[in-house]
Structures are given as C-alpha cells and as structure tokens.
C-alpha cells in the first residue's frame, strides 16, 4: 500500500532547482539520460550492423539494373483487362515486368493472380501510381532499368467519351506525353502503343488498312490519334524503336481460366458488348440493350471485327520482338471479318446457354456503323495471324471465367 503521507526521501538541496532563469541539474539525472543516450547508439549501431549483414542490404533491387538476358517491360494499365492478359504472356515467355497502375479501371486481384503464378523474386512488381503525375513518373523511371515499355493504361469507352470529353483528352493525350518524356528522359529506347480503329472513324471503303486516312469521329478516337501524332512526331529525331497497334473489338480471356474481364460496376452501361450480354445472361441486368438498328449494315445494327484478348497479346509480343531502333511500325490488328451486334447477341446465348431479353434503342452518339480490318501487313511483317476466331467458343472461355468469379476479382 503506498504511503503518500511520508516524509520526504531527498532533501531539497539535492534536487533541481531554478534560480533567476538558471537550472541545476540533479548530476544522478544527467548520468541516467547519458547512459540512456549510450544505449540508444548502441542498439542503433548493432541495427545498422545486422542489416549490413543481411544478403538483401547490400544488394540492388533486380528491377533497378539491368541484367543479361532479361528484358524489363514496364505495362501501364497491367492490371487492366488487356494489361493483366499481356503481362500473363511477358512472364510465361520469360521477361520481368513491372506494372503500374493507379487501379481507377483495373483490379488489384488481377496482380494478385499474376505474383501467385510467378512469385520468384524479381519477376513482377507491381506499382500504385498514376501516369498524370510526371514527378512520380520520372520516380519510377529514375529507380527502375526498363527496356521497352507496353503502354496499355488508358479510359477506353467510345460512349463515355463523348459524356466526359476532357477526361479522356488528358487520360489519354496528355498521360502519353508524360510517360514519352519520362522514356526520352531515362534513354527507355522501345515503346509498344496500344492504339484503336476508333482513330480510323467510319471510313467510306471496307477493310480497315493501315493506310486507311485516320478521321476519328469521337473524342477517344480523337485522344488516341493525338497520343499517336505525338509519338510519331518524336520518332523523327530520335532512335526510339516504336510499334503502334490499333485494334478493334477485343473479348475473350485467358484460356487456362486466370484472369477476365471484371469492369467496374458503375461502368456496365459503358462497357463492351460481351460484358453487357454476360451481365443480361447472369440476370444481373434484366435486359441488354441494343443501341442503333438503322445502319447501313445487313440487319441494321453495328458491324465490328472482334479480337481474342490471346491473340491480341500474342501481336504485342511479336511487336516487341520486331521493333527496331528508328523505325516505326504501325499494324492493325483483328481478323479481317466483320460480326453484326445481332451475329453477337446470337453467339452469346448460344455460349451461355441462357436466354437474353434483348432492348431495341436509338444510335448512342459517337458510335459508327461497320468497322473490320484488313491484317494482311501484320501476318506479312510480324508473323501474326488470329487464331482464336470462333465468336462462340471465345465467348464461351469468357463465360467460364464469369461463373467462376461472381464477384469479379473481389475474393481475391
């Protein structure tokens, strides 16, 4: 029990005192708060020494230097549906890669697939930023040895486009002049650009070819011929290896059922077709909703030349492997055959196995009516052909993908 009533154990000429602005320290108290000070040094310094001692100290992170036989590819957007799909291709076929996004569109359980797959070190890194903010950009770049970078990251719905014009101008436009600074500021000598038909609009002859005059009718057209313009602009004067890809409409997902496409919520009403008939398959909407059924088509809705996401990762290698200091190669990439939304709609049922209401409404703004490309250049000059290009059965790979993962990425 404690004794607060008892006498004092120091006499008061010992302690502390303070006279006229001046303090006498108790000398006990100065040699407890050396001794405190001492200890703190010491363990401080036995810290420093077990960390020197550890194999990792010392040692250079992989991703900062560059290595013999390895090629880093930074993918921008790689936790994105494209993004994720191409940096599952890179790591089977033996580069490292870094991944930066700043996961507005894409999901984080999509990394997580990737470093489960490939967990050794110095393989894949993944990296929280986003490509608007140039002082982390250039971070990036200053701490990491990239080789070729695969720029995927961008806003990519033609309706949204027309909604939010200026999000997409500087998404797209003004994200690419940040990451092409940072490579022309850190000697990154090979980019690989992810490109689109929309920069095409709707032109008056079908196939789609590389020479086709480009007369974007939206503003995400627009944005990506401007990002392209760009590019093709600091090629001249530079000996930077450039590839630029423009394609059309990409569904499908990994074939071994990893990864697929989980948009965000809030953007279903903006989404790609297979997603919107997925969504009508699974009654997670009550319907999907057809927009436009007086084109200048067969039936009447929209024409499009849809890409498997397998083959369309499968041209971004060929790309990297292709490209060649000065030169820029500009390929489009589809199958050459033109679907009809309905052709789609029909196909859809038929790999779900699942009846679709299907809602008949006016043209959404920007949209045009037939678009398919001639690939003729890129299975000439790159070696690539499609060959997923069964409307069913890549629907079908998609569909697995979807039941097995209700919520998306979520559990993940």
Same mark, same amino acid.
């Given at each position: 029990?404690?004794?607060?009533?008892?006498?004092?154990?120091?006499?008061?000429?010992?302690?502390?005192?303070?006279?006229?602005?001046?303090?006498?320290?108790?000398?006990?108290?100065?040699?407890?708060?050396?001794?405190?000070?001492l200890l703190a040094a010491g363990l401080t310094a036995l810290c420093i020494l077990m960390l020197k001692q550890s194999? *990792?100290?010392?040692? $250079?992170?992989?991703?900062? #230097?560059?290595?013999?036989?390895? /090629?880093? =590819?930074?993918?921008?957007?790689? +936790?994105?549906?494209?993004?994720?799909?191409?940096?599952?291709?890179?790591?089977?076929?033996?580069?490292?890669?870094?991944?930066?996004?700043?996961?507005?569109?894409?999901?984080?359980?999509?990394?997580?697939?990737?470093?489960?797959?490939?967990?050794?070190?110095?393989?894949?890194?993944?990296?929280?930023?986003?490509?608007?903010?140039?002082?982390?950009?250039?971070?990036?770049?200053?701490?990491?040895?990239?080789?070729?970078?695969?720029?995927?990251?961008?806003?990519?719905?033609?309706?949204? *486009?027309?909604?939010? $014009?200026?999000?997409?101008? #500087?998404?797209?436009?003004?994200? /690419?002049? =940040?990451?092409?600074?940072?490579? +022309?500021?850190?000697?990154?000598?090979?980019?690989?650009?992810?490109?689109?038909?929309?920069?095409?609009?709707?032109?008056?002859?079908?196939?789609?070819?590389?020479?086709?005059?480009?007369?974007?009718?939206?503003?995400?057209?627009?944005?990506?011929?401007?990002?392209?313009?760009?590019?093709?602009?600091?090629?001249?004067?530079?000996?930077?290896?450039?590839?630029?890809?423009?394609?059309?409409?990409?569904?499908?997902?990994?074939?071994?059922?990893?990864?697929?496409?989980?948009?965000?919520?809030?953007?279903?009403?903006?989404?790609?077709?297979?997603?919107?008939?997925?969504?009508?398959?699974?009654?997670?909407?009550?319907?999907?909703?057809?927009?436009?059924?007086?084109?200048?088509?067969?039936?009447?809705?929209?024409?499009?030349?849809?890409?498997?996401?397998?083959?369309?990762?499968?041209?971004?290698?060929?790309?990297?492997?292709?490209?060649?200091?000065?030169?820029?190669?500009?390929?489009?990439?589809?199958?050459?055959?033109?679907?009809?939304?309905?052709?789609?709609?029909?196909?859809?049922?038929?790999?779900?196995?699942?009846?679709?209401?299907?809602?008949?409404?006016?043209?959404?703004?920007?949209?045009?009516?037939?678009?398919?490309?001639?690939?003729?250049?890129?299975?000439?000059?790159?070696?690539?052909?499609?060959?997923?290009?069964?409307?069913k059965e890549s629907l079908q790979t998609a569909w697995r993908w979807q039941q097995s993962h209700h919520g998306g990425?979520?559990?993940?």
């Amino acid at each position: 029990m404690l004794n607060f009533g008892r006498g004092r154990t120091q006499t008061r000429s010992t302690r502390s005192m303070s006279l006229g602005g001046m303090d006498y320290p108790d000398p006990k108290k100065k040699s407890s708060f050396v001794g405190k000070i001492l200890l703190a040094a010491g363990l401080t310094a036995l810290c420093i020494l077990m960390l020197k001692q550890s194999p *990792s100290f010392n040692s $250079p992170s992989p991703f900062s #230097h560059q290595e013999d036989g390895v /090629t880093h =590819v930074l993918v921008t957007g790689g +936790a994105g549906y494209i993004g994720s799909h191409a940096t599952l291709r890179l790591l089977k076929d033996k580069y490292r890669v870094t991944i930066v996004d700043n996961l507005s569109r894409g999901n984080l359980g999509a990394v997580r697939v990737l470093q489960e797959l490939f967990p050794e070190p110095g393989r894949l890194q993944f990296i929280y930023a986003d490509l608007g903010d140039a002082k982390a950009v250039n971070k990036i770049f200053s701490e990491n040895a990239f080789d070729a970078v695969m720029h995927f990251a961008a806003v990519a719905y033609v309706g949204e *486009s027309t909604l939010f $014009p200026l999000k997409y101008y #500087h998404n797209i436009t003004s994200n /690419t002049l =940040v990451v092409l600074e940072a490579m +022309a500021a850190h000697g990154v000598k090979k980019l690989i650009y992810s490109s689109t038909c929309a920069t095409y609009g709707e032109p008056e002859k079908m196939p789609i070819t590389e020479v086709t005059p480009q007369a974007p009718i939206n503003p995400y057209g627009k944005a990506k011929k401007m990002a392209e313009d760009i590019i093709l602009d600091y090629s001249k004067n530079s000996n930077m290896a450039v590839m630029i890809l423009r394609y059309f409409n990409v569904i499908g997902s990994d074939p071994e059922g990893r990864l697929g496409e989980a948009p965000k919520p809030e953007l279903r009403e903006h989404g790609r077709i297979s997603g919107a008939c997925f969504d009508a398959a699974s009654g997670i909407m009550p319907g999907l909703k057809v927009k436009g059924t007086d084109y200048d088509t067969p039936d009447g809705t929209c024409v499009r030349d849809y890409i498997d996401v397998t083959d369309l990762v499968d041209a971004h290698v060929k790309a990297l492997e292709k490209a060649e200091p000065k030169k820029v190669g500009i390929y489009n990439v589809g199958t050459g055959k033109g679907r009809s939304v309905k052709e789609f709609v029909e196909a859809c049922k038929q790999a779900t196995g699942k009846p679709i209401n299907v809602d008949y409404l006016p043209r959404r703004p920007g949209d045009y009516a037939k678009v398919y490309s001639d690939p003729s250049k890129i299975m000439r000059e790159l070696n690539w052909t499609a060959r997923y290009t069964d409307l069913k059965e890549s629907l079908q790979t998609a569909w697995r993908w979807q039941q097995s993962h209700h919520g998306g990425y979520e559990n993940i």
